[in-house]
């Protein structure tokens, strides 16, 4: 069975820096799309970043310029670089792998980052 551990979450200041990691264990097939998603309280949970296995990366209007997706393949393992953080960015962060052979896809637990002074 496919695991998702993720782990940086945390408490940080506006304007501030956070990274995220999750590291996916078990068999991945060769063609993924690794990425991040949110949610806030009372709302819905909305795509941040994605990255596929060839490194294309796609990015939520509200975050582009300020967080950075990478990926290191052959730890099948997603990174997600946050940077100028607002407090609207507070939410709780789920790692998503969805395979594409298959039609798979697996979540994580979630990660809480919190953004306030």
């Known amino acids: 069975q496919v695991q998702l551990m993720e782990s940086g979450g945390g408490l940080v200041q506006p304007g501030g820096s956070l990274r995220l990691s999750c590291a996916a264990s078990g068999t991945i097939f060769v063609f993924n799309v690794m990425g991040w998603y949110r949610q806030a309280p009372g709302k819905q949970r909305d795509l941040v970043a994605t990255?596929?296995?060839?490194?294309?990366?796609n990015y939520a209007d509200s975050v582009k310029g300020r967080f950075t997706i990478s990926r290191d393949s052959a730890k099948n393992t997603v990174y997600l670089q946050m940077n100028s953080l607002k407090p609207e960015d507070t939410a709780v962060y789920y790692c998503?792998?969805?395979?594409?052979?298959?039609?798979?896809?697996?979540w994580g637990q979630g990660t809480q980052v919190t953004v306030s002074s």
């Open positions: 990255i596929t296995s060839g490194g294309i990366t």
């Open positions: 998503n792998l969805a395979m594409l052979g298959p039609g798979r896809a697996y």
